[in-house]
């Protein structure tokens, strides 16, 4: 029996096919004149798009998911336009895991055979895209769109292993910031060093080194309009408006590394949050792990530092909303908006990106759909929306078809109120060697050997703050089932255990084979 997923793929070649026999090249299917499911489910198709990509945003900074005291009126009005989605948990996470799940339209969790990548780490899925004909770009361009991507990211913006990605696009700009050397590091003083380091790591040369390259690249921790976020969304800008000059249909997107570490957001920002009776040294960076280093105090000023760097972001794209607006795009050009994954702020006793505590701080995002016929805007949907969705919506808003390797859901019909063909009432991702798995009414957390498993009642326990799995057997049977399901979901068999120190000696014996040093210290 041909299952729900078959039939869709079976529509959109026949769709496919058709629209090539009527053009003789590959074009859009509204030039074709074909039925698309855009049009099912979201009424006519937007001419161009624009994929906006923010790294470690959490959806409780954001005023438009309830926080009150958050000062984001451009996130909020962009939100404000369009479907937002309160239940977004990325697939893989986290940064190179999270993009290749969003570009690809695939997903990557779980990470079976990973070998370390010398320029990318030891972290599961932190590896190259294989394949960039296999990808959301280059159905794009293949259906006459002109591409073009600004970023900061260290990561796909500089890495010789994402070299291939870049070179896929029409145009792709590295924004020097979190990666290379804008200005002398020496020009920062010890003293100024001090001033954004907690004192637990204060005289540690990686985090000093690191911090003065940061201050001398971003304006100091004084102008704002040296950040990377400044830099990223102005050259956005600037792209923008030389694709709508072309006249021809574009993709642009925008991957901003900014709220992410260091934070260093001038004085105006930080005074927004924080305590004027706070004397310490501003927490402008943190090393993950437990985070009894820091005091009450300290956390609360991270709290403050990180929302400042969210409101510093929040004012550059601004600026790139603005243009949006100022060159007539909004008549003709959708939007899609997303997070990567959040970062634990002390809360449940982290800091950082810890695998095993996948709860919302770090696993749930900010994620909405702009369409510019208004469509659905100002409300929300508890649909399980995820990375690999990213592409094979964008690909149904503009009428082309979905390339049959893509595994994601469209989730376009949502805007015409109704489901997307994948029905998801399960969900799973992970990060390293553990996983969650997600239902409406439980979720479940734990390592791929099948052990340290944790079971939440959302229900009854909404923030998910205790674990009832040894409560009693039936949450224990629960849990079991949940397991299995997941299992069953991933394709059946065991799921992929990778240890830390073989990962560790691969990762020393590939950088020898390739020449590479690693730039950190």
Same mark, same amino acid.
């Given at each position: 029996?041909?299952?729900?997923?078959?039939?869709?793929?079976?529509?959109?070649?026949?769709?496919?096919?058709?629209?090539?026999?009527?053009?003789?090249? /590959?074009?859009?299917?509204?030039?074709?004149?074909?039925?698309?499911?855009?049009?099912?489910?979201?009424?006519?198709?937007?001419?161009?798009? +624009?994929?906006?990509?923010?790294?470690?945003?959490?959806?409780?900074?954001?005023?438009?998911?309830?926080?009150?005291?958050?000062?984001?009126?451009?996130?909020?009005?962009?939100? /404000?336009?369009?479907?937002?989605?309160?239940?977004?948990?990325?697939?893989?996470?986290?940064? +190179?895991?999270?993009?290749?799940?969003?570009?690809?339209?695939?997903?990557?969790?779980?990470?079976?055979?990973?070998?370390?990548?010398?320029?990318?780490?030891?972290?599961?899925?932190?590896?190259? =895209?294989?394949?960039?004909?296999?990808?959301?770009?280059?159905?794009?361009?293949?259906?006459?769109?002109?591409?073009?991507?600004?970023?900061?990211?260290?990561?796909?913006?500089?890495?010789?292993?994402?070299?291939?990605?870049?070179?896929?696009?029409?145009?792709?700009?590295?924004?020097?910031?979190?990666?290379?050397?804008?200005?002398?590091?020496?020009?920062?003083?010890?003293?100024?060093?001090?001033?954004?380091?907690? *004192?637990?790591?204060?005289?540690? *040369?990686?985090?000093?080194?690191?911090?003065?390259?940061?201050?001398?690249?971003?304006?100091?921790?004084?102008?704002?309009?040296?950040?990377?976020?400044?830099?990223?969304?102005?050259?956005?800008?600037?792209?923008?408006?030389?694709?709508?000059?072309?006249?021809?249909?574009?993709?642009?997107?925008?991957?901003?590394?900014?709220?992410? *570490?260091?934070?260093?957001?001038?004085? *105006?920002?930080?005074?927004?949050?924080?305590?004027?009776?706070?004397?310490?040294?501003?927490?402008?960076?943190?090393?993950?792990?437990?985070?009894?280093?820091?005091?009450?105090?300290?956390?609360?000023?991270?709290?403050?530092?990180?929302?400042?760097?969210?409101?510093?972001?929040?004012?550059?794209?601004?600026?790139?909303?603005?243009?949006?607006?100022?060159?007539?795009?909004?008549?003709?050009?959708?939007?899609?908006?997303?997070?990567?994954?959040?970062?634990?702020?002390?809360?449940?006793?982290?800091?950082?990106?810890?695998?095993?505590?996948?709860?919302?701080?770090? /696993?749930?995002?900010?994620?909405?759909?702009? $369409?510019?016929?208004?469509?659905?805007?100002?409300?929300?949907?508890?649909?399980?929306?995820?990375? $690999?969705?990213?592409?094979?919506? =964008?690909?149904?808003?503009?009428?082309?078809?979905?390339?049959?390797?893509?595994?994601? /859901?469209?989730?376009?019909?949502?805007?015409?109120?109704?489901?997307?063909?994948?029905?998801?009432?399960?969900?799973?991702?992970?990060?390293?060697?553990?996983?969650?798995?997600?239902?409406?009414?439980?979720?479940?957390?734990?390592?791929?050997?099948?052990?340290?498993?944790?079971?939440?009642?959302?229900?009854?326990?909404?923030?998910?703050? $205790?674990?009832?799995?040894?409560?009693?057997?039936?949450?224990?049977?629960?849990?079991?089932?949940?397991?299995?399901?997941?299992?069953?979901?991933?394709?059946?068999?065991?799921?992929?255990?990778?240890?830390?120190?073989?990962?560790?000696?691969?990762?020393?014996?590939?950088?020898?084979?390739?020449?590479?040093?690693?730039?950190?210290?």
């Amino acid at each position: 029996m041909s299952s729900d997923r078959d039939l869709r793929l079976s529509r959109r070649r026949l769709l496919q096919a058709a629209g090539v026999a009527g053009a003789g090249v /590959a074009l859009p299917l509204a030039a074709s004149g074909c039925a698309s499911s855009a049009d099912a489910g979201a009424g006519g198709d937007p001419e161009n798009v +624009v994929l906006i990509v923010i790294d470690s945003l959490r959806p409780d900074f954001l005023g438009a998911y309830g926080a009150a005291r958050m000062h984001t009126p451009n996130f909020d009005r962009l939100l /404000a336009r369009g479907l937002r989605f309160n239940r977004a948990f990325p697939e893989a996470l986290v940064t +190179v895991p999270a993009r290749r799940s969003i570009f690809t339209g695939q997903r990557i969790f779980p990470y079976r055979d990973f070998e370390p990548v010398a320029d990318l780490g030891i972290s599961p899925g932190w590896e190259p =895209i294989g394949d960039v004909s296999k990808t959301m770009e280059a159905a794009l361009r293949d259906a006459g769109y002109r591409t073009y991507q600004v970023t900061d990211n260290p990561h796909t913006g500089f890495t010789q292993s994402f070299k291939p990605f870049r070179e896929s696009y029409d145009v792709f700009v590295p924004i020097k910031g979190r990666t290379g050397t804008l200005n002398d590091p020496g020009t920062v003083t010890d003293e100024e060093v001090a001033r954004w380091l907690p *004192e637990y790591l204060q005289g540690t *040369e990686r985090y000093t080194v690191g911090m003065k390259k940061n201050l001398a690249n971003t304006g100091y921790g004084r102008d704002d309009s040296k950040s990377d976020a400044a830099r990223v969304f102005m050259r956005a800008s600037d792209e923008l408006a030389d694709a709508a000059r072309s006249g021809k249909r574009f993709a642009l997107v925008v991957d901003c590394f900014d709220p992410h *570490e260091p934070w260093t957001a001038p004085p *105006e920002f930080i005074d927004m949050y924080g305590d004027p009776a706070y004397e310490g040294p501003e927490i402008g960076t943190i090393a993950y792990g437990p985070a009894k280093d820091l005091s009450i105090e300290e956390r609360r000023r991270l709290h403050a530092g990180y929302a400042a760097s969210v409101t510093m972001t929040d004012k550059w794209l601004g600026t790139f909303l603005d243009r949006f607006d100022e060159l007539g795009l909004g008549d003709n050009t959708a939007i899609v908006m997303l997070a990567d994954h959040g970062v634990l702020l002390g809360e449940r006793g982290w800091l950082g990106k810890i695998p095993g505590e996948l709860h919302p701080e770090l /696993a749930q995002v900010p994620f909405a759909i702009i $369409h510019p016929d208004g469509r659905r805007a100002g409300e929300s949907s508890d649909y399980f929306a995820s990375t $690999h969705d990213v592409a094979p919506t =964008i690909l149904a808003l503009l009428g082309i078809p979905e390339p049959e390797w893509m595994n994601g /859901a469209d989730l376009s019909p949502l805007l015409a109120g109704q489901d997307p063909v994948e029905e998801r009432p399960f969900h799973y991702g992970g990060m390293f060697n553990r996983y969650f798995a997600r239902d409406d009414r439980w979720l479940l957390l734990g390592d791929t050997l099948g052990g340290n498993r944790k079971l939440y009642d959302l229900t009854l326990d909404p923030g998910e703050w $205790h674990d009832v799995h040894d409560a009693s057997r039936a949450n224990r049977r629960r849990a079991q089932a949940m397991h299995d399901q997941l299992i069953e979901a991933t394709g059946g068999g065991k799921l992929p255990y990778y240890d830390q120190d073989v990962l560790e000696r691969k990762l020393e014996r590939e950088r020898e084979r390739t020449g590479f040093i690693d730039p950190t210290p």
